[in-house]
C-alpha cells in the first residue's frame, strides 16, 4: 500500500506503485504484438537479403564492393532518415508518421522484386529503408511516452527479445528462398509482411503523443539538436548504442564472405549459425527485460560492453592464430551478442531520457549515430576483406573497444554540457 497523498510523476500513484506506466487518455496504448511487428519489419528486410548479397557478384556479373552497397546505402538511408522520423513524430504524431513510412516501406519492396540491374535493386534498397526505418525510431519514442527511464529499459529488452525472433531466423529463411527459389523470394516475403503490419497499424496503433511539439523552422530543429549533442550524457549513451550496433553491422556485413570466400562454406551454413547469435541476443535482452529496472540503466551497460569487448578480443585472437572455424568465429560472436543485448537497449534508454520532451528527435538522432557507424563499418570492411577475416576482426574490436570508452566518458561525475 503506499502512503496517502504519494503520486508517482505522471500523477498516477498505483501504477507508479505497481512499476506500470499510467495509461494516457485516449483508445489506450497500441498492443505489444504490433510495437514487435513494426520494429521487425525494418530488421527482417535489413537480414534476410544478407546470405544473397555474395551471390549477386554473379547475378549482376558486378564485384562484391558494388553489391555491399545494397546493404552499406541501406544503413546509411537509415542513419538519414531517423533524424527525419523523430521530429516528425514529435510533431505530427506517432501514428501518421508510421502509416506513411509502412506505405513507402511496400514501394522499396516491389522495386526490390522488379529489379533487372545492380543499380535499380540499390535504388529499391534505398526506398525500402526510407519506409522501414521509422519503426525503430517511432516506436522507441511510444515506449518513452508510456515509460519511465528505467522502466522503459526493461520494456525495450522486452521488445527485443520477441522482435528478434524475425531477424534470428531471417538469415536462415533467406538463405534458404534463395537456393529454392531465388533472391527476389526473400523480397516478396517482405513485402507481404509489411502488408500485414501496415493493416494492423491501421486498426490499432492508437496515438501515444498526446502533448505533440510545435511546429519549428530548420533553425530552431538544428538548435534542439545542438542541445542533444553538447549533453555528454546523451553523447555517451548515443555512441555507445552506435558503436555497439557497428560491431553487430560489421560481423554481418563480413561474416558471410569469411565463410564463402574465406572457409569456403555455404551460404546456408551462415544461416543456421548466425540463428545461434540472434538467440544469444535475444537473451541477453530478455536478462534485460527482468533485471533492469532493479540493476539500473548504468550498470547493465558497463556489464554490456565489458562481455561483447572480452567476446572480440577472443574472436580478434584466435584470427591471429589462424584458427578461425565457424564454430570459433560465431562462439566469440555468441559471447559479444550477449553483452549487447544488455547494452544496447539500456543505452536507448538512456538517451531518449535525456529530455524526455524531445524523446523523438533524440531516438532519431540516437537512431542516426547507430546506423552512421553501422555504415561506414560495412563500407570499411567492403574495401578491406580479400581472402582473409582480419579486417572483420579488426573492424569489430574498434568498434567494441569504442563502445566501451564512450559509455565511461558519458557517465563520469563532472558538468553534463
Known amino acids: 500500500m503506499m502512503k496517502p497523498g504519494t503520486t508517482g510523476p505522471r500523477g498516477d500513484p498505483e501504477f507508479q506503485m505497481r512499476g506500470a ?18 520494429t521487425a519489419a525494418g530488421a527482417l528486410a535489413l537480414n534476410i537479403f544478407v546470405p544473397s548479397i555474395p551471390g549477386m557478384q554473379r547475378v549482376f556479373d558486378t564485384d562484391y564492393a558494388t553489391v555491399q552497397l545494397t546493404l552499406t546505402l541501406s544503413f546509411a538511408t537509415y542513419a538519414v532518415m531517423q533524424i527525419v522520423y523523430g521530429p516528425l513524430s514529435d510533431r505530427f504524431g506517432r501514428r501518421p508518421v508510421v502509416l506513411a513510412s509502412l506505405v513507402v516501406f511496400l514501394l522499396g519492396n516491389v522495386m526490390c522484386v522488379m529489379a533487372n540491374s545492380i543499380e535499380t535493386l540499390i535504388v529499391g534498397r534505398v526506398v525500402q529503408a526510407v519506409g522501414g ?10 515506449l518513452r511516452d508510456l515509460y519511465e527511464r528505467e ?43 509489411g502488408a500485414a503490419v501496415l493493416a494492423a497499424c491501421l486498426f490499432v496503433l492508437h496515438e501515444t503523443n498526446l502533448r505533440p511539439q510545435p511546429g519549428e523552422g530548420a533553425v530552431a530543429l538544428a538548435s534542439a539538436f545542438w542541445r542533444l549533442l553538447r549533453h555528454r550524457a546523451f553523447c555517451g549513451y548515443a555512441l555507445q548504442v552506435g558503436c555497439t ?38 537473451a541477453g535482452n530478455f536478462i534485460s527485460g527482468r533485471i533492469s ?24 585472437l584466435v584470427t591471429l592464430a589462424g584458427a578461425l572455424t565457424p564454430l570459433t ?18 543505452g536507448l534508454a538512456g538517451a531518449v531520457s535525456v529530455d524526455p520532451t524531445r524523446a523523438g528527435t533524440a531516438s532519431g538522432v540516437a537512431g542516426f ?8 563499418a560495412t563500407y570499411v570492411l567492403g574495401l578491406l576483406l580479400a581472402k582473409t577475416a582480419m579486417p572483420l576482426a579488426a573492424v569489430m574490436l574498434t568498434t567494441t573497444g569504442l563502445a566501451f570508452a564512450a559509455h565511461r566518458i558519458g557517465v563520469r561525475p563532472g558538468p553534463a554540457v
Not at 496504448?29 to 513494426?38: D, G, K
Not at 526505418?133 to 511510444?142: E, L, M, N, Y
Request: glycine content about 14%; hydrophobic content about 55%; proline content about 8%.
Open 21 to 38: 506506466p499510467p495509461r494516457p487518455p485516449g483508445p489506450g496504448r497500441p498492443p505489444f504484438l504490433v510495437l514487435i511487428a513494426l
Open 133 to 142: 526505418c521509422a519503426g525503430f525510431v517511432v516506436t522507441r519514442a511510444i
Open 151 to 193: 522502466r522503459m529499459g526493461s520494456m525495450l529488452g522486452y521488445l527485443t527479445t520477441a522482435m528478434v525472433t524475425v531477424p534470428m531466423v531471417a538469415p536462415a529463411v533467406g538463405g534458404y528462398l534463395d537456393v529454392w527459389y531465388g533472391w527476389r523470394a526473400g523480397f516478396l516475403l517482405v513485402a507481404v509482411f
Open 245 to 282: 550496433t557497428g560491431t553487430f553491422f560489421a560481423f554481418v556485413g563480413g561474416a558471410p564472405y569469411v565463410m564463402v570466400e574465406v572457409m569456403g562454406r555455404p551460404i546456408s551454413e551462415y544461416g543456421l549459425y548466425f540463428m545461434f547469435i540472434a538467440a544469444m541476443y535475444m
Open 293 to 316: 529496472a532493479r540493476v539500473g540503466t548504468d550498470r547493465m551497460i558497463l556489464r554490456g560492453t565489458s562481455l561483447a569487448l572480452a567476446g572480440v578480443v577472443i574472436l580478434f
Open 329 to 346: 568465429m560465431f562462439g566469440a560472436m555468441a559471447v559479444t551478442s550477449l553483452g549487447n543485448g544488455f547494452s544496447t537497449p539500456n
Open 369 to 376: 549515430l547507430q546506423m552512421t557507424v553501422g555504415a561506414l
